[in-house]
């Protein structure tokens, strides 16, 4: 996967990157976009302290070390952001706090691009769109195809659309 978003952003050069910090994807694609020097801006549907332990280091079921290797990642790229915004209140219910992240990223894209969905070029590692689950990142894939943003989809073995 790193490879293929590292291909993608040397290819299309964009002005800005929106991500959100969880781990895995958000974290190798905002990773690699500041590596590349494109300006970061960071979306979180709550306080860090809650993204943390919601989106970060959440997996149980790895190993402590690499839920510290992804914990030093999100703090590391959260103070290369060129900006950071906080959508939602720690007390948000979850589903409801992600789709407004979800939402948000969105809205300021588009604005960036002057409404021009066009001029926009999101990426979705998901695995499969057919696990849609309310605020998570197939929802945020369909959502944002509905509003004609183009969606390059990367997973291993999977054949981009």
Not at 11 to 37: C, M, R, V, W, Y
Not at 85 to 103: H, K, M, Q, R, Y
Not at 106 to 128: E, F
Request: with cysteine; hydrophobic share 40%; net charge neutral.
């Amino acid at each position: 996967m790193r490879s293929e978003i590292e291909r993608v952003l040397h290819t299309h050069t964009p002005q800005i990157a929106i991500s959100s910090l969880a781990a895995g994807g958000d974290l190798l694609f905002a990773g690699e976009a500041l590596g590349l020097k494109i300006p970061l801006v960071v979306f979180l549907p709550f306080e860090v302290d809650k993204f943390l332990d919601v989106s970060v280091t959440y997996d149980k079921s790895t190993t402590e070390s690499d839920l510290h290797l992804w914990a030093r990642q999100f703090h590391r790229i959260i103070r290369q952001a060129q900006k950071v915004v906080i959508t939602g209140s720690n007390d948000s219910p979850l589903e409801t706090a992600l789709t407004l992240c979800n939402n948000s990223m969105l809205a300021y894209a588009l604005a960036h691009a002057g409404n021009d969905p066009q001029k926009i070029l999101a990426l979705a590692l998901v695995k499969s769109t057919d696990e849609i689950k309310k605020g998570g990142s197939s929802e945020f894939m369909r959502s944002i195809r509905s509003y004609g943003v183009p969606v390059k989809q990367i997973w291993p073995g999977h054949k981009s659309v």
